[in-house]
């Protein structure tokens, strides 16, 4: 056996497709030339890290299957959060919110009667005093001392 078959038919050797006697054949050479038995051990090293990482490799669906699972959850979420809101924060908070704008209408009706009111009493006030009073209130007596002689 020489050097020149054993570089030829290192994948027959590594896929174990040697006939027995090619097989042994092949391995007394290489125990016999060092660097055919380097280049085997190197090729043996290469496939085995390929078959490693083919290994390691992971299935081709396992991210549109992991996509599709993620956007299952976020429906899912969607769901259960929607009906709470709807069925039982959505009327409290618009009953909370009629209750505000009742309570601001309230105080804003209680402010403007109480200025109707205090401008009412105002205009009394003045309405009494006119009516209290008199055209002689307004005479200057010393005015009628003179005007008489």
Do not use: W
């Not at 290192?10 to 042994?24: H, M």
């Not at 009742?102 to 003045?126: M, P, R």
Request: net charge negative; proline share 2%; with cysteine.
């Amino acid at each position: 056996m020489d050097c020149l078959f054993v570089r030829e038919h290192l994948f027959s050797y590594r896929e174990k497709q040697l006939s027995e006697k090619e097989n042994k054949a092949f391995e007394d050479h290489l125990h016999s030339c060092g660097e055919c038995y380097r280049i085997v051990a190197g090729f043996q090293a290469v496939a085995a890290l390929i078959d490693q990482k083919k290994a390691d490799e992971a299935s081709p669906f396992i991210r549109t299957r992991t996509i599709q699972r993620i956007e299952s959850a976020l429906e899912q979420s969607k769901e259960t959060v929607n009906p709470l809101f709807r069925r039982r924060l959505q009327p409290v908070i618009l009953s909370l919110l009629l209750l505000i704008s009742v309570a601001i209408g309230f105080s804003i009706g209680i402010q403007i009667n109480s200025k109707f009111t205090k401008n009412n009493e105002h205009n009394l006030e003045i309405q009494d005093m006119k009516s209290g009073l008199s055209i002689a209130d307004f005479i200057d007596e010393d005015y009628m001392l003179f005007t008489n002689h």
